[in-house]
Structure formats: structure tokens, C-alpha cells
């Protein structure tokens, strides 16, 4: 079946501008995850959503950033004001379940970010 | 929270030859302990993961083995060759933090 899709795949910003990344979860996955791996780096957690309960955000670097999960969903993160620093790969993972049944994560392709 | 290191962060082996990666990680409620191989310009994909509960496990030519005593689990690649060539990374995740914490990740160029 079809595995977990994000979109853009590349995206050019200028200093300053908000952008919108996407990710389409494996369907009936109802945890999704954002990482974001910068260059030569292992991925870091930014934010969590599993059905309906309220998202864990404790990985978020600034108030800059945010996400959100509609229908349990399509997920959209959000970066206001970019800055040079956000330029990474911004990849999303979704799992069966965040709970003990399940805690295999299964990777998107990556949105990479380059802001100039 | 979870701290999880990696090692080697690049590792060369000749085509045929055995790879080891080691991982160490800090919080003892970690229960899940998953591989991960990256190719260039694409996403990480599962390769293998073990459970606490378990000592070891295989397959085919790759084994994982974890020791909850001195927290440290490995990845074991036999009979490599050159489409292993990779970066890989190891992770930690506790059910109660819904979350996996990677290691740096280790180069892997098998060569010919």
C-alpha cells in the first residue's frame, strides 16, 4: 500500500517568509510524528499527534513553529518568520498506534527546507 | 530525557566483511529499540527493531542484540555489500514518552 507521502519535496524561502509543509500518514495510522534533520544530523522530535488527544509539542524550538492534524489526518507544519537555521529536511512518520500495540514508525520521503 | 549515542559515526568495510554499530542509551524505561537505514535524499526506513524483552534477533543478514543490564544494543551486518552502503541510526523509544530518541547515525560505505 501506499507508504507516507509529504509535500513540497524541496522548498526555497526567503528569510522571513512563513511556509507550509505537509504530510499525508499511512492510512489508518492514527499517530503521526514531525522530525527535522539537519545537515549531516540525526533527527530531532518537534511535535506528536495520536487521534484525537492533545499534541505533545514539547519538541517545537520556538514559538515559530506549529501543527496542526485535521481529521485525524493530513498533518500541516507550520513555520512563521523563517530563519536561516530552520533550513533542514523536515520528515514525518506515522505509526498504528502510539500506544503498546504498535511502535513501529514508518518514514516519509522529507521536505527539504533551504531558506536564503 | 532519553540519550541515546552512536558508534562509529562513519564505518568502512570491504565488501564481504562484517559491520558493527554500537548504541548506548540512558532512561532504563526504554522498551523499543529500532534500526534505521537512510539513503541519500530519502527518508529513513525500518530495517529492524528488537523489544525489551528480547535478547536478540535476526534476519537474514542482519542481527540486532540488546543488553538491558549495561543498556547498550547493536546492529550486526554479515556478508556486506555495496548496496548496504548507507547511513544508518539506532533509536530509543519509551511507550510513556511516545517518542523515539535517535543516536548521531553511522556512515557505512562498503567497498567493492
Known amino acids: 500500500g501506499a507508504g507516507v507521502s509529504q509535500s513540497p519535496s524541496n522548498k526555497v524561502t526567503e528569510k522571513g517568509k512563513d511556509v507550509e509543509l505537509r504530510c499525508d500518514p499511512i492510512s489508518g495510522h492514527t499517530a503521526l510524528y514531525w522530525y527535522r534533520q539537519s545537515l549531516g544530523q540525526g533527527l530531532e522530535f518537534l511535535i506528536y499527534f495520536q487521534g484525537n488527544s492533545a499534541p505533545d509539542k514539547s519538541g517545537l524550538p520556538s514559538d515559530r513553529f506549529s501543527a496542526e492534524r485535521t481529521g485525524g489526518s493530513v498533518s500541516t507544519l507550520t513555520i512563521q518568520r523563517t530563519q536561516q537555521e530552520d533550513s533542514a529536511v523536515y520528515l514525518c512518520?506515522?505509526?498504528?498506534?502510539?500506544?503498546?500495540?504498535?511502535?513501529?514508525?514508518?518514514f516519509g520521503p522529507g521536505t527539504r527546507l533551504t531558506v536564503t | 530525557g532519553e540519550n541515546v549515542e552512536q558508534h562509529p559515526s562513519t564505518l568502512s568495510v570491504q565488501e564481504g566483511d562484517s559491520a558493527v554499530i554500537k548504541c548506548t542509551y540512558s532512561?532504563?524505561?526504554?522498551?523499543?529499540f529500532p534500526w534505521y537505514k537512510q539513503e541519500l535524499g530519502k527518508g529513513p526506513q525500518l530495517i529492524i527493531d528488537?523489544?525489551?524483552?528480547?535478547g536478540e534477533k535476526k534476519d537474514q543478514r542482519i542481527a540486532v542484540t540488546l543488553n538491558k543490564t549495561a543498556k547498550h544494543f547493536s546492529l550486526h551486518i554479515t556478508e556486506t555489500q555495496p548496496e548496504d552502503s548507507a547511513v544508518y541510526f539506532c533509536?530509543?523509544?519509551?511507550?510513556?514518552?511516545?517518542?523515539?530518541?535517535f543516536g548521531g547515525g553511522t556512515r557505512v560505505l562498503v567497498k567493492p
Open positions: 533509536a530509543a523509544f519509551k511507550a510513556a514518552g511516545n517518542k523515539l530518541t
Open positions: 512518520a506515522s505509526s498504528f498506534s502510539g500506544d503498546r500495540s504498535s511502535y513501529e514508525q514508518y
Open positions: 532512561d532504563s524505561a526504554s522498551n523499543y
Open positions: 528488537i523489544r525489551s524483552n528480547v
